[in-house]
């Protein structure tokens, strides 16, 4: 179970719409959703499955690699009575390979979420669209200074339009802080910092990783309601440089809106 930061962007869309609409495109997402019946499929080897060798190890099954699916299905159904349609009854196809049936959804990435981020808002707005209506605003912020890392800042928000929002200096404001907490680090020889990533020596390099981590946070949904994220990218650096690049080239009037997401 964690927290993790993300963005949602969607079409123009009037400010009391913005609640409305991000649980609309965020549903498919959501952990409790039921979808209908589908074959899970488990690793093409027995021996590839966590749970598999679980049951070598403790003698539910014999402990020796080459067990093909259905020996596995057989032993395991009738040690453990799971007859067809218990939840945990493990299936075999037509080519030999093993299943189970469910109706988890296979795209959950949620199970609650917020446009009130725990920890003070998450984006900077121009300063001339202060007081603009169709910024996202909350008043009622307390944040714990030692986990707000934009602690003091003015014109923070927590999404609006895109030609309302300042991506730059959010990214400014960033490398700067993280140029002082190196500097702390250098001079007091403690323990490694971490912001989104862990200091290098190289101080020149955690600026560049500042600024690049300071927008994308860990997901992102686009406009088009696909979601990417940093596990799915499987590489950090090229999820900042494809989330930053998409969210530099959006409309003026495309709506970008910080989301504090729980799984």
């Known amino acids: 179970m964690s927290h993790y ?13 913005y609640y409305q609409e991000t649980a609309t495109r965020l549903a498919p997402y959501r952990i409790e959703l039921e979808v209908p ?11 590839d ?3 598999v060798r679980g049951m070598r190890e403790n003698g539910t099954l014999p402990d020796r690699d080459g067990l093909s699916w259905a020996e596995v299905a057989e032993t395991v159904n009738r040690r453990l009575d799971q007859p067809p349609g218990d939840p945990n009854h493990v299936y075999v196809d037509e080519a030999g390979r093993g299943y189970f049936l469910s109706t988890y959804n296979p ?37 714990d200074p030692e986990r707000d890392r934009l602690h003091g800042l003015p014109h923070r928000c927590d999404g609006g339009p895109r030609g309302l929002l300042d991506f730059e200096a959010l990214r400014e404001a960033h490398a700067r802080i993280i140029g002082r907490r190196h500097d702390e680090w250098v001079a007091s020889g403690g323990p490694q910092p971490y912001w989104p990533f862990p ?9 560049a990783l500042a600024r690049a981590s300071a927008l994308p946070g860990y997901a992102l949904l686009r406009m088009d309601g696909s979601w990417t994220d940093i596990r799915r990218r499987g590489d ?11 969210l530099d080239a959006l409309d003026p009037d495309a709506v970008v809106l910080a989301v504090s997401c729980h799984s």
Do not use: C, I, K
Not at 5 to 17: A, N
Not at 37 to 47: G, N
């Open 49 to 51: 499955e966590g749970w």
């Open 236 to 246: 950090s650096a090229a999820y900042w440089q494809e989330t930053n690049d998409h």
């Open 37 to 47: 019946q589908y074959r899970d499929y488990a690793a093409e080897r027995p021996q």
């Open 199 to 207: 200091f290098t020596p190289d101080r020149a390099e955690n600026l």
């Open 5 to 17: 930061q993300m963005l949602v962007v969607l079409p123009p869309t009037p400010p009391d719409r």
């Open 107 to 143: 795209r959950a990435e949620w199970d609650y979420y917020s446009l009130h981020q725990q920890d003070g808002p998450y984006l900077l707005h121009l300063p001339e669209a202060a007081g603009d209506p169709r910024l996202l605003v909350h008043d009622d912020y307390e944040p």
